[in-house]
């Protein structure tokens, strides 16, 4: 893994995990990622939160991209991971081991504190683990390690749901079905998040995977080949329609309602304008890469792709 891949700001204190990327071909070698033993996880539909101690005994915590405070938290994490019983063993780990940061994703719905929007659905709130990096190391920890190092210390941890060999795509795919982790069992998980902790791209970097359950349904039958167009005409439009999914408007849609302390979603001109932009932010600054590979490097009228 690079430190490029892992946004690591040692002046700052500042560890953002790493994005997810689809498992597609347009960003990871999927064959090759797939060679090996793949870990699958339930995605968890809440809010990235991660957590770390300095080398004084300071507990700190972040979101996905930024370092918060309890002045300027998010959704109440840091208020409650710093005081809340359930978590003094672990934040007493973290500062025994300022090497490690832990990541998660904040449920909330604790200390009487309502879930907002498809949050509200899992049965059991809180923070829930989902890795953890050893700076010394420039490493993310195998699950069997992490899991083992908080044995009797933190229980809320994403358990695999399969842990495959050498498996096939549809093998992947196929977890959605029946995946009910922390959930109703007439309720299925976001989607399948995928762990191959000896995979490196052909740059040496680190990469994470997923399936959203949402998306993948609504391009069932249909071939990556026959979902690419090749004409330039209404590129914008097809552009959007490749890569913006049911489950990536409502993942705004949560956002929005997490910033906003909203339980339900209002449709008013204020919220419904902040989604849109945050659609399309959300679309330039993660999918960029994918869409040059996937349109042969085409020329985008971004005022046309916005409206």
């Known amino acids: 893994?690079?430190?490029?891949?892992?946004?690591?700001?040692?002046?700052?204190?500042?560890?953002f995990f790493i994005h997810v990327e689809r498992l597609d071909e347009t960003k990871i070698d999927v064959p090759a990622f797939l060679n090996g033993t793949v870990y699958c996880f339930s995605k968890l539909d809440g809010t990235n939160a991660l957590a770390w101690?300095?080398?004084?005994?300071n507990i700190h915590c972040g979101s996905r991209k930024r370092e918060v405070t309890q002045e300027h938290d998010n959704a109440n994490f840091m208020n409650w991971f710093t005081t809340d019983p359930s978590t003094e063993m672990l934040r007493e780990f973290l500062i025994l081991n300022p090497n490690l940061i832990v990541y998660g994703e904040?449920?909330?719905g604790v200390d009487g504190a309502k879930q907002a929007g498809t949050i509200k659905q899992y049965l059991d709130p809180g923070f829930w683990v989902i890795g953890m990096f050893d700076i010394d190391a420039d490493n993310y920890l195998y699950y069997n390690i992490?899991?083992?190092?908080?044995?009797?210390?933190?229980?809320?941890?994403?358990?695999?749901?399969a842990i495959l060999d050498h498996p096939k795509y549809d093998d992947i795919a196929n977890l959605?079905?029946?995946?009910?982790?922390?959930?109703?069992?007439?309720?299925?998980?976001?989607?399948?998040?995928?762990?191959?902790?000896?995979?490196?791209?052909?740059?040496?970097?680190?990469?994470?995977?997923?399936?959203?359950?949402?998306?993948?349904?609504?391009?069932?039958?249909?071939?990556?080949?026959?979902?690419?167009?090749?004409?330039?005409?209404?590129?914008?439009?097809d552009i959007a329609t490749s890569f913006i999914s049911s489950a990536d408007c409502e993942k705004c849609k949560q956002k929005i309602m997490v910033a906003n302390n909203l339980e339900e979603w209002q449709n008013t001109g204020k919220y419904?304008?902040?989604?849109?932009?945050?659609?399309?932010?959300d679309l330039v600054t993660e999918e960029m890469l994918s869409i040059i590979r996937r349109f042969k490097t085409p020329v985008i009228d971004f005022a046309i792709l916005k409206n």
């Open 53 to 57: 101690a300095d080398e004084k005994g």
């Open 272 to 281: 419904i304008g902040m989604f849109l932009n945050m659609l399309f932010t």
């Open 106 to 108: 904040w449920l909330n």
């Open 176 to 237: 959605l079905k029946g995946n009910h982790f922390n959930l109703p069992d007439d309720v299925n998980g976001e989607g399948v998040v995928c762990w191959n902790y000896d995979f490196r791209d052909k740059w040496g970097h680190f990469q994470v995977a997923k399936i959203v359950a949402q998306e993948y349904l609504e391009h069932k039958g249909t071939s990556q080949k026959m979902r690419i167009p090749q004409i330039r005409e209404g590129l914008e439009h």
């Open 1 to 15: 893994i690079s430190v490029s891949a892992f946004l690591l700001n040692r002046s700052s204190d500042l560890r």
């Open 146 to 161: 992490y899991a083992g190092l908080l044995n009797g210390i933190y229980d809320k941890i994403d358990r695999p749901i």
